[in-house]
């Protein structure tokens, strides 16, 4: 016998739920974890945010969080693939909607966490080189838009090896 979904109209629309879980200021996890003295940064929602936003254009119009099943995430994910999106951005999309889900399922707002058991996807990390002096120069000859303290922030990171974190402290 097919199984009949009835939508609980009380329940947020899953995008309307993402995009307010993953925003720092206005996150009831980033909230509660503030408060146990774990702390997030805002960057890092920031940065989840963003790609959720990105790549979310056109999925899960009109569903809502309780209408939310494991094989609609799996095929999200899958279609990102597809689309060429790397095997690294799709993790983190994977792991913003494990987070964002098992936060809601124990919360009560769904009855079970969709997100449970999705695959990972191959991440094989990009090859990176090494800038020639030539480039360096190039670089730091560019007019950075006027902005002197990226310029700043890139040169003290060129010169010491720190990380964007590191450099913003």
């Known amino acids: ?15 309307d739920y993402l995009y307010t879980f993953w925003d ?12 146990s003295g774990r702390g997030m940064k805002k960057s890092t929602c920031m940065g ?32 990102l693939r597809e689309k060429g999106v790397s095997g690294s951005t799709t993790n983190v999309m994977r792991k913003a909607l494990r987070v964002a889900l098992k936060f809601a399922y124990y919360e009560g707002l769904i009855p079970y966490n969709p997100a449970d058991g999705l ?4 991440a094989p990390p990009k090859p990176r080189g090494i800038l020639t002096r030539d480039e360096v120069l ?3 000859k560019a007019s950075w838009g ?3 303290m ?17 450099v913003l402290g």
């Open 1 to 15: 016998s097919e199984q009949v979904k009835i939508s609980d109209k009380k329940s947020p629309l899953f995008l």
């Open 24 to 35: 720092y200021e206005n996150s009831p996890y980033v909230k509660k974890k503030q408060l």
């Open 48 to 79: 989840v945010l963003c790609r959720i936003k990105k790549h979310t254009k056109g999925c899960f119009d009109g569903v809502r969080l309780t209408e939310i099943e494991r094989k609609t995430l799996e095929a999200f994910l899958l279609d």
């Open 119 to 122: 695959i990972s996807f191959n």
């Open 138 to 140: 190039a670089l730091f």
């Open 146 to 148: 006027g902005n002197r």
């Open 150 to 166: 990226i310029r700043a922030a890139n040169l003290l990171a060129s010169q010491t090896g720190l990380r964007l974190g590191e």
